[in-house]
């Protein structure tokens, strides 16, 4: 099953991320995102990249300038995920072909975003816009556009965001705070994987 949830793993570190993507893997998702506010952030992705290309979808997060896609072309990620539009970056990673995240809100930024090229809209925080508010955006956005919820989202309210128009999900202190056992990422992840698969039904 193509569980289009992205694990957002902030403050990891290159000692322990190939233990953590390994459970996160395992629970049955497919998609890793590495903040670049992590510590030596570059250096675990390509840690992920030598041990899981091709078996995964993996990439960066808070990718906020175009100097940072260079970098991020040159090693080899799938996706780009900022935390705000800018025209810029899309554009930097679209010519470097890479699937564009930007981070979005208003009706403006989303069709500023698509028209700059964006593959997909990251809308964060989601808990700020709202389930009745991406039922409205969703009447006027693109049909196939991926819609991502971040911020605020987990298995207590998948169920209403799918409803709500919602296509995929990017998880972070959900799933990975900081300095977590691998033990407890796993149990984590299961859960979400989980819950997940209900909403889907």
């Given at each position: 099953m193509?569980?289009?949830?992205?694990?957002i793993l902030r403050g990891v570190k290159p000692k322990e991320v190939l233990d953590i993507v390994n459970v996160i893997v395992?629970?049955?998702i497919s998609q890793?995102?590495?903040p670049l506010n992590s510590p030596?952030?570059?250096?675990s992705i390509e840690l992920i990249r030598d041990e899981f290309d091709e078996l995964i979808q993996f990439g960066a997060g808070t990718v906020t300038d175009i100097k940072q896609v260079e970098v991020l072309a040159k090693i080899g990620v799938n996706f780009i995920?900022?935390?705000?539009f800018d025209p810029g970056v899309v554009k930097a990673t679209k010519e470097a072909n890479i699937l564009s995240y930007p981070g979005v809100i208003t009706p403006t930024e989303c069709f500023s975003a698509l028209n700059s090229g964006a593959?997909?809209?990251?809308?964060?925080?989601?808990?700020?816009?709202?389930?009745e508010n991406l039922i409205a955006l969703k009447a006027v956005l693109p049909e196939d556009i991926p819609l991502f919820m971040v911020g605020g989202v987990g298995p207590k309210n998948f169920l209403s965001w799918i409803k709500?128009?919602?296509?995929?999900?990017?998880?972070g202190s959900g799933?990975?705070?900081?300095?977590?056992?691998?033990?407890?990422?796993?149990k984590k992840a299961e859960s979400i994987v989980l819950a997940y698969d209900e909403a889907q039904k």
């Amino acid at each position: 099953m193509n569980r289009n949830i992205i694990a957002i793993l902030r403050g990891v570190k290159p000692k322990e991320v190939l233990d953590i993507v390994n459970v996160i893997v395992r629970a049955g998702i497919s998609q890793v995102e590495v903040p670049l506010n992590s510590p030596n952030a570059f250096e675990s992705i390509e840690l992920i990249r030598d041990e899981f290309d091709e078996l995964i979808q993996f990439g960066a997060g808070t990718v906020t300038d175009i100097k940072q896609v260079e970098v991020l072309a040159k090693i080899g990620v799938n996706f780009i995920v900022s935390p705000n539009f800018d025209p810029g970056v899309v554009k930097a990673t679209k010519e470097a072909n890479i699937l564009s995240y930007p981070g979005v809100i208003t009706p403006t930024e989303c069709f500023s975003a698509l028209n700059s090229g964006a593959d997909g809209l990251k809308f964060f925080p989601a808990s700020l816009i709202g389930q009745e508010n991406l039922i409205a955006l969703k009447a006027v956005l693109p049909e196939d556009i991926p819609l991502f919820m971040v911020g605020g989202v987990g298995p207590k309210n998948f169920l209403s965001w799918i409803k709500a128009g919602a296509t995929g999900f990017g998880i972070g202190s959900g799933l990975y705070k900081a300095g977590e056992s691998s033990e407890v990422v796993s149990k984590k992840a299961e859960s979400i994987v989980l819950a997940y698969d209900e909403a889907q039904k």
